[in-house]
């Protein structure tokens, strides 16, 4: 049992509930339990998982795979296209790909990455580091951020807006695309889409350079604070090539330990089975995935951009490469694991994938016509992996002789991160609550440590009025004391 | 007139996906002066879909709201909170602003009412029946896509 996760007498004690969290698409909900001295007992964080993810897959032909997984996730269809798709291609029997079709891939991963990480930034967290915590809900969003600082808010409508444009063109579509395909591309970049491309990139890679360096400078003012808020001490894991660079799109898994020593690398990932196992707890319907041979109590791991640049020997391309190494000097060297410097690493990322996407678009190969590789036999089961913006996505697959998927096991970053972001609001709930008369911007507190995560729930559905703030107040006999509620 | 219609929504989560099947419908019907955007869901860079639009129709689901649906003028709105990865259309009219130095076209949303938005479940009864109800007003709106007629369409819903 982790600390914090479980009080001795729960029905003694005020409930605090925020449900769901701003600003993360979907339901999460914190729930805290502390005393009349306001002293925490209990924090948990709540989240609606893919309940029916699997189900909704199996049973389906496996060439539909990818089109209907994009369906699982109105902010990151393209993740979850291209881990399907690498586990279809070997279910299809489909052997290496070729050259033209994996730049291609690589290069809609990319302008995934960067789209994602754009709207993250831009939206979820400039609002929080550059306005404040405490500053007032309702302008802690893009829009404050445009009144506020309005190039920037100009550069982040426009980055995204380059990410989504590869996506468009690569895909065929700006969503349901269909240019990936178990084996190959079905689509080729043609002249025109790719200088129109390269057109745009290296504005985008001078915006992503100067973020880098706002989260730089911000992290220069208060170092103490921004380093250490929300700091829980994780393993770490991702994927890194055969050199040890991190690998968006492909690779063997690499876990690190809080301190940087190893505890596997360039493992399989077709056999997580053996690394991970994923636990359940009754008070929450995602998962708890763990390293097996550490335990549940230490072997709880942080996937995404802090991990990521935290366990790699190297960024291949120089700009970030630099900004990855100021990272690490002004961290003292070690591994940090402080909540908002996943901010900082998610800038490093996205200007990591803009120089990753220059250097394809300045590919001959990436307008190339063979597309598709060659075929072999079939297989029954196949295992995909990638880096998805979020952190490490699995999907794995059994299809019959009938063709038709049996067995799906998805496992998302989110959940990869659910141990790790309980441990952090854990950590900001005693920083910054114990004693303390609970405020709006207290609580928020809570939520930006839920927010450097950017957890994704999955959650296309949106409609109208679906997303209300509501916090609860309840005294120790269950009685609701207040309520407040904000949204649209 | 160049009209920019957008319907977002997931066509694997129930009533969730009447705006992309309202955007098909207008797409067979051929409204060819109008520009058609489908997504998951409003971002930032929609607003740049906006640009040189003359009008603006935002088609989405409702939970909770009135049914059938509602018709109603939207402004720019720079206080709304926002609680997730998709922006409300005022939020998107509002970047509008903040990115061009510009006023947002007209706009207005058409909101139907949905009941179940469960990954892998279709349209519901009501949300189908629904969804004929609000095709029949989009031909209203098409018959005349000028924003007075529209404002006075909103005012007898």
Same mark, same amino acid.
């Not at chain 1, 690998?247 to 690398?265: K, P, Q």
């Given at each position: +049992?982790?600390?914090?996760?479980?009080?001795e007498?729960?029905?003694?004690?005020?409930?605090?509930?925020?449900?769901?969290?701003?600003r993360?698409?979907?339901?999460?909900?914190v729930?805290i339990?502390?005393?009349?001295?306001?002293?925490?007992?209990?924090v948990?964080?709540h989240?609606?998982?893919?309940?029916?993810?699997?189900a909704?897959i199996?049973?389906?032909p496996?060439?539909?795979?990818?089109v209907t997984v994009?369906?699982?996730?109105?902010?990151?269809?393209?993740?979850?296209l291209?881990?399907a798709?690498?586990a279809m291609?070997l279910?299809?029997g489909?052997?290496?790909?070729t050259? &033209?079709?994996?730049?291609l891939? *690589?290069?809609?991963?990319?302008?995934?990455?960067?789209?994602?990480?754009?709207?993250?930034?831009f939206?979820l967290?400039?609002? !929080?580091?550059?306005?404040g915590?405490d500053?007032?809900a309702g302008?802690?969003?893009?829009?404050g951020i445009?009144?506020?600082f309005?190039?920037?808010?100009?550069?982040?409508?426009?980055t995204?807006?380059?990410?989504?444009?590869i996506?468009r063109?690569?895909?065929g579509?700006?969503?349901?695309?269909?240019?990936?395909?178990? /084996?190959? +591309?079905?689509?080729?970049?043609v002249l025109g889409?790719? !200088?129109?491309?390269?057109?745009?990139?290296?504005?985008?890679?001078?915006w992503?350079?100067?973020?880098?360096g706002?989260?730089?400078r911000l992290h220069e003012?208060?170092?103490?604070f921004? $380093?250490? #808020?929300?700091?829980?001490?994780?393993?770490? +894991? $991702?994927?890194?090539?055969?050199d040890g660079?991190?690998? #968006?799109?492909?690779?063997?898994?690499r876990a690190?330990?809080?301190?940087?020593?190893?505890? #596997?690398?360039?493992?399989?990932?077709?056999?997580y $089975?053996?690394?991970?196992?994923e636990?359940?707890?009754?008070?929450?319907?995602?998962?708890?995935?763990?390293?097996? &041979?550490?335990g549940?109590?230490?072997?709880?791991?942080?996937?995404?951009?802090?991990?990521?640049?935290?366990?790699c020997?190297?960024l291949?391309t120089?700009?970030a490469?630099?900004?990855r190494?100021?990272?690490?000097a002004?961290n003292?060297?070690a591994?940090?694991?402080g909540?908002?410097l996943?901010?900082?690493?998610?800038?490093?990322e996205?200007?990591h994938?803009?120089?990753?996407a220059?250097?394809?678009?300045?590919?001959?190969?990436?307008?190339?016509?063979?597309l598709?590789?060659?075929?072999?036999?079939?297989r029954e089961e196949?295992?995909?992996?990638i880096e998805?913006p *979020?952190?490490?996505?699995?999907?794995?697959?059994?299809?019959?002789?009938?063709?038709?998927?049996?067995?799906?096991?998805?496992i998302?970053?989110t959940?990869?991160n659910?141990?790790?972001m309980?441990?952090?609001?854990?950590?900001?709930?005693?920083?910054?609550l114990?004693g303390?008369?609970?405020t709006e /911007?207290?609580?928020?507190?809570i939520e930006?440590?839920?927010?450097?995560y950017?957890?994704?729930?999955s959650?296309?559905?949106?409609?109208? /009025?679906?997303m209300?703030?509501?916090v609860e107040?309840?005294?120790?006999?269950g009685?609701?004391?207040?309520r407040g509620?904000?949204?649209? | 007139?160049?009209l920019?219609?957008?319907g977002w929504?997931?066509?694997?989560? @129930?009533?969730?996906g009447v @705006?992309?099947l309202?955007?098909?419908?207008?797409?067979?019907?051929?409204?060819d002066? =109008?520009?058609l955007?489908?997504?998951?869901?409003l971002?930032l860079?929609?607003?740049?879909?906006?640009? %040189?639009a003359d009008? =603006?129709l935002?088609?989405?689901?409702g939970?909770?709201?009135?049914?059938?649906?509602t018709?109603?003028e939207?402004?720019?709105?720079?206080g709304?909170?926002?609680t997730s990865?998709?922006?409300?259309?005022?939020?998107?009219?509002?970047?509008?602003v903040?990115?061009t130095?510009?006023?947002p076209?007209?706009?207005?949303?058409? @909101?139907v009412? %949905?009941e179940?938005f469960?990954?892998g479940?279709g349209?519901s009864?009501? %949300? =189908?029946?629904?969804l004929?109800?609000a095709w029949?007003?989009?031909?209203?709106?098409?018959?005349?896509?000028?924003p007075?007629?529209?404002?006075?369409?909103?005012?007898?819903?």
């Amino acid at each position: +049992m982790f600390a914090l996760e479980q009080a001795e007498s729960p029905e003694k004690l005020r409930r605090i509930a925020i449900e769901p969290v701003t600003r993360v698409e979907g339901h999460g909900k914190v729930t805290i339990l502390l005393d009349e001295d306001n002293k925490i007992h209990q924090v948990r964080l709540h989240i609606v998982e893919f309940r029916g993810f699997e189900a909704f897959i199996e049973g389906r032909p496996y060439w539909e795979v990818p089109v209907t997984v994009q369906r699982l996730c109105g902010i990151c269809p393209v993740s979850h296209l291209l881990a399907a798709t690498k586990a279809m291609d070997l279910i299809a029997g489909y052997g290496a790909l070729t050259p &033209t079709a994996e730049k291609l891939r *690589r290069l809609l991963h990319y302008g995934q990455i960067v789209q994602s990480h754009a709207l993250h930034f831009f939206y979820l967290s400039a609002p !929080d580091l550059l306005l404040g915590f405490d500053s007032e809900a309702g302008k802690r969003n893009i829009v404050g951020i445009a009144s506020a600082f309005p190039d920037l808010a100009r550069q982040g409508v426009l980055t995204r807006k380059f990410g989504q444009e590869i996506i468009r063109h690569i895909s065929g579509k700006r969503i349901h695309g269909t240019g990936v395909i178990p /084996g190959g +591309m079905n689509k080729a970049l043609v002249l025109g889409e790719r !200088d129109a491309l390269r057109g745009d990139i290296d504005a985008v890679i001078e915006w992503s350079l100067e973020a880098v360096g706002m989260i730089g400078r911000l992290h220069e003012t208060e170092p103490e604070f921004y $380093g250490r #808020f929300g700091e829980s001490r994780a393993n770490m +894991m $991702g994927l890194v090539n055969e050199d040890g660079d991190l690998d #968006f799109y492909h690779g063997g898994l690499r876990a690190r330990d809080a301190d940087g020593a190893g505890i #596997f690398d360039h493992a399989d990932y077709a056999a997580y $089975g053996s690394l991970l196992q994923e636990d359940i707890k009754p008070w929450s319907y995602m998962k708890f995935p763990h390293i097996r &041979t550490l335990g549940a109590e230490l072997g709880w791991y942080r996937v995404g951009p802090l991990a990521r640049i935290q366990i790699c020997d190297r960024l291949t391309t120089p700009l970030a490469e630099a900004e990855r190494q100021k990272f690490i000097a002004f961290n003292g060297g070690a591994p940090a694991h402080g909540a908002l410097l996943f901010h900082w690493a998610r800038m490093i990322e996205m200007l990591h994938a803009a120089e990753l996407a220059r250097a394809l678009l300045e590919d001959p190969d990436i307008l190339g016509t063979d597309l598709m590789a060659d075929k072999g036999p079939r297989r029954e089961e196949a295992v995909g992996v990638i880096e998805a913006p *979020r952190g490490t996505l699995f999907h794995h697959y059994r299809v019959g002789a009938d063709d038709l998927v049996s067995y799906c096991n998805l496992i998302v970053s989110t959940t990869n991160n659910n141990q790790a972001m309980n441990e952090s609001i854990r950590k900001v709930a005693t920083q910054f609550l114990t004693g303390h008369e609970i405020t709006e /911007g207290l609580l928020n507190h809570i939520e930006v440590a839920i927010r450097a995560y950017d957890p994704c729930l999955s959650c296309a559905t949106h409609a109208i /009025g679906q997303m209300p703030l509501q916090v609860e107040l309840i005294d120790a006999g269950g009685a609701l004391v207040s309520r407040g509620r904000k949204g649209f | 007139m160049k009209l920019v219609v957008f319907g977002w929504g997931n066509i694997s989560r @129930g009533d969730d996906g009447v @705006g992309p099947l309202l955007l098909a419908r207008i797409e067979q019907a051929g409204w060819d002066d =109008a520009v058609l955007i489908e997504d998951y869901q409003l971002q930032l860079e929609h607003a740049l879909d906006l640009e %040189g639009a003359d009008l =603006a129709l935002f088609i989405d689901a409702g939970a909770d709201t009135p049914a059938p649906f509602t018709f109603r003028e939207i402004f720019a709105c720079e206080g709304m909170t926002h609680t997730s990865h998709a922006l409300a259309p005022e939020s998107v009219l509002a970047v509008f602003v903040q990115v061009t130095g510009k006023a947002p076209p007209p706009a207005f949303l058409l @909101g139907v009412r %949905g009941e179940n938005f469960e990954l892998g479940a279709g349209l519901s009864p009501e %949300g =189908a029946a629904r969804l004929e109800l609000a095709w029949n007003f989009l031909h209203r709106l098409r018959q005349e896509p000028k924003p007075e007629s529209w404002r006075g369409l909103a005012q007898e819903i």
